[in-house]
């Protein structure tokens, strides 16, 4: 295994677990923040006949967490990714694909927060200096466009190896 | 495919084992028993080459063309 090799498997494995921390990290956070408050609510209103006012409330919270859940998607796909990569399985037309699945779970993320979050498309107000012009979404959603881009070519490359590898 | 690998022929008539000439030439074992079965795309001048040097033989002993 050569230098460039090794340094990749060593990074991806690093990757792999700030991924997998960030994504469960994530997921607790999305619990903490949005649902614990909503499903007491709903817990208590059960005997009551505030139950589907409850119940709206649950689903309203959990309609404008979608872009967050879009993007918890990509967190573990990466961490899918960076698994294989640190396995040693770098350019495979399955690495690509996953590629291509971050990239489609961030424009979910854009989707979805067009649609249902109530936060969207708030431009990012830094502290100092002028406000930024685009929103953290839209910018996400470039991203993902980039990544889903790059997976295709990703793909290409790994045939293109495959086509290689059969040449001795 | 019209070209057909010849090296199970040239191996049988130098009589030596696959084995033993993957090990000088360094190929893998197992490309050299795809190239025997003419199982794969394309042979690299270099991998030629060698496997003319060490069964000492023409590229064309070893490569058939039959259309």
Known sequence: MDKIHQRLVRGSRRLAVAFTAL????LLWLFTEAAWSPLKALVAALPTPHV???ALALSRTLLDETPAFALMGALWTARGLFGRFADGEALTPASGRSLSVIGGWCLASLFFSGIFSSAAFVPYK??????????TEILLGCVGAMLVLLGRAFSAAAAIKADLDQIV | MPIIV?????????????RDIAEQIGLNETNLSLLRSGKVKGVRFETLAKLCEALDCKPGDLLDFEP
């Open chain 2, 6 to 18: 010849r090296l199970d022929v040239m191996l049988a008539l130098r009589k030596v084992k696959a």
């Open chain 1, 52 to 54: 589907w006012t409850a």
């Open chain 1, 126 to 135: 830094p502290a100092f200096g002028a406000p930024l012009a685009i929103s």
């Open chain 1, 23 to 26: 994504f469960w990290f994530g």
